[in-house]
Antibody
């Protein structure tokens, strides 16, 4: 069974940084494309970033501030978030891609709140 | 630039009604479109990939169609457990954008 367990969400002040983690199990992590999707309170889904076999891709809204990375030896996915803004407040979901870019599995999410 | 436009943003229908949600891409995306269901307080769930491929375990009352820029999600007979927000997503290439969502309620 595929399991994705996010951690690292917190209440932080604007300008601070945060590192989100996602522990994966139940599938071949190293060969799977992974990503992050976020959802602001009461709002819709927003694609954030994707890490496929060797490349990373970012949404325009986060490029330059967010960095997606992975540790295939530990089956872990990460999202480094710098210079946090109020509009980054959201639940951040770790997602596993299907064969072409849709998301077959979702974690339960970790909440990031940016407020002074 | 709004890659994916979903309509309506919300709808209310009676049990047993046929419900149709539309999603329009700003440019052609072939059949690279997925649909997700998010029930209140829950994690999104993949319903359909490649425009019309129903995922395992998804009831057959759900169906998808379209190609290019215009797509639809149809619920043939609305059930109480279908109360949710539905999102389309393009995945032909970045950005892997979602539509704004359609909230489905029972009248």
């Amino acid at each position: 069974e595929v399991q994705l367990l996010e951690s690292g969400g917190d209440l932080v002040q604007p300008g601070e940084s945060l590192r989100l983690s996602c522990a994966a199990s139940g599938f071949y992590f190293s060969t799977s494309a992974m990503g992050w999707v976020r959802q602001a309170p009461g709002k819709g889904l927003e694609w954030v970033a994707t890490f496929n076999s060797r490349t990373t891709v970012y949404a325009d809204s986060v490029r330059g501030r967010f960095t997606i990375s992975r540790d295939n030896s530990r089956d872990m996915l990460f999202l480094q978030i710098n210079s946090l803004r109020a509009e980054d407040t959201a639940i951040y979901y770790c997602v596993k891609e299907g064969s072409l870019g849709y998301y077959v599995s979702w974690g339960q999410g970790t909440l990031v709140t940016v407020s002074s | 630039d709004i890659p994916m436009t979903q309509s309506p943003s919300s709808l209310s229908a009676s049990l047993g009604d046929r419900v149709t949600i539309t999603c329009r891409a700003s440019q052609g995306i072939g059949i690279y479109l997925a649909w997700y269901q998010q029930k209140p307080g829950k994690v999104p769930k993949l319903l359909i990939s490649a425009t019309s491929a129903l995922q395992s375990g998804v009831p057959s009352r759900f169906s998808g169609s379209g190609s290019g820029t215009d797509f639809t999600l149809t619920i043939s007979s609305l059930q109480p457990e279908d109360v949710a927000t539905y999102y389309c997503q393009k995945y032909d290439g970045p950005p892997l954008a979602f539509g704004g969502g359609t909230k489905v309620e029972i009248k």
